[in-house]
Nanobody, 124 residues
Framework: QVQLVESGGGLVQAGGSLRLSCAAS????????MAWFRQAPGKEREYVAA????????YYADFVKGRFTISRDNAKNTVFLQMNSLKPEDTAVYYC?????????????????WGQGTQVTVSS
């Protein structure tokens, strides 16, 4: 069992930055690939980024490439999402997820554990 708790969301102006954190409980954090998803009002939850168990490889949705960076610290059981050059369309609830899928092919149905989400609002 893995429990995930996100933090770091908030209100930011367009062009600004936020850093999301996701703290995991348990001693099995490093055995999972980790991912971030987001869900905007009235829209389906969508994939944002993923990282391998070791942190050596990272994958991104096209709409965040060059702006967002996913990273992890296995010693602290934490995964991060650094978000730069934020746009109003990035407004959503952001969810941390743990998965046994390879992070290059993460799908919603393959997620093993979800966090509760953290709200990110980008004003224009």
């Amino acid at each position: 069992q893995v429990q995930l708790v996100e933090s770091g969301g908030g209100l930011v102006q367009a062009g600004g930055s936020l850093r999301l954190s996701c703290a995991a409980s348990g001693q099995t954090f490093s055995t999972y690939a980790m991912a971030w998803f987001r869900q905007a009002p009235g829209k389906e939850r969508e994939y944002v980024a993923a990282i391998t168990r070791s942190g050596a490889n990272r994958y991104y949705a096209d709409f965040v490439k060059g702006r967002f960076t996913i990273s992890r610290d296995n010693a602290k059981n934490t995964v991060f999402l650094q978000m730069n050059s934020l746009k109003p369309e990035d407004t959503a609830v952001y969810y941390c997820a743990a998965t046994n899928q390879h992070p290059s092919i993460v799908t919603l149905s393959g997620i093993d554990y979800w966090g509760q989400g953290t709200q990110v609002t980008v004003s224009s």
